[in-house]
């Protein structure tokens, strides 16, 4: 069955820090996609990045990046100086294609809190 | 450029009474779906359309209701609220079949039943 794990239940990090949300997650398909989604203060789901399986490589943009890694079934996220306006509850999310239904497998999100 | 509407905001409900959220998307899309999401959860998938007059149900979806009569409004029916229900309910479209294509959220309607 698909699972996706997001351990960090809440990280506080202190204004200018780096931090890195984990993501794990379980599929038996070859072909699948990732997501990130932002979910701010305010309550709208706001979408990141999607990542299909096949494409392993590292994405950069402006101070977030991802490292997509199959041989460990993760997808991190790293905000790099982190700011206040980063506090959110982010969520990763699995799809597979091929499996007929048209669902994301959501994790349980990480809430995080910039501190100034 | 609006997206995905909701309305309502916020509700109450009392156990047994009824309601329609709405949710709207001005994006010509053919999929649209609806969330619940609890607290402390991640999103859980209610009903979903691939195009109007199209529905079908997905993880969740007793005590709810859909139709899908035009391609922008995908109404979703409470009909006996239970507490159970209490949520946050998040709308979605994409433009096709996911996950190829990315599923765009509304901003959700809080649901409270006492």
């Known amino acids: 069955a698909q699972k996706v794990t997001q351990a960090q239940t809440e990280i506080s990090v202190v204004e200018k820090e780096d931090v890195t949300l984990d993501c794990v997650y379980e599929t038996r398909d070859t072909t699948y996609y990732l997501f990130w989604y932002k979910q701010p203060p305010s309550g709208e789901l706001v979408f990141l990045i999607r990542r299909n399986s096949f494409d392993e490589q590292n994405e950069i943009s402006g101070r977030y990046s991802w490292n997509f890694q199959k041989s460990t079934s993760s997808f991190n996220f790293t905000i790099t100086a982190s700011q206040v306006v980063d506090s959110a509850v982010y969520f990763c999310?699995?799809?597979?294609?091929?499996?007929?239904?048209?669902?994301?497998?959501f994790g349980t999100g990480t809430r995080l809190k910039v501190l100034a | 450029n609006a997206g995905v509407t909701q309305t309502p905001k916020f509700r109450i409900l009392k156990i047994g009474q009824s309601m329609t959220l709405q949710c709207t998307q001005d994006m010509n899309h053919n999929y649209m779906y609806w969330y619940r999401q609890d607290p402390g959860m991640g999103l859980k998938l209610i009903y979903y359309?691939?195009?109007?007059?199209?529905?079908d149900k997905g993880e969740v979806p007793n005590g709810y209701n859909v139709s899908r009569s035009t391609t922008e409004d995908f109404p979703l029916r409470l009909e006996l609220a239970a507490p159970s229900q209490t949520s946050v309910y998040f709308c979605?479209?994409?433009?096709?079949?996911?996950?190829?294509?990315?599923?765009?959220f509304g901003p959700g309607t809080r649901l409270l039943v006492l």
């Open positions: 979605a479209s994409s433009q096709t079949f996911p996950p190829r294509e990315t599923q765009y």
């Open positions: 359309s691939v195009g109007a007059g199209i529905t």
């Open positions: 999310a699995l799809s597979d294609p091929t499996s007929g239904t048209y669902k994301y497998i």
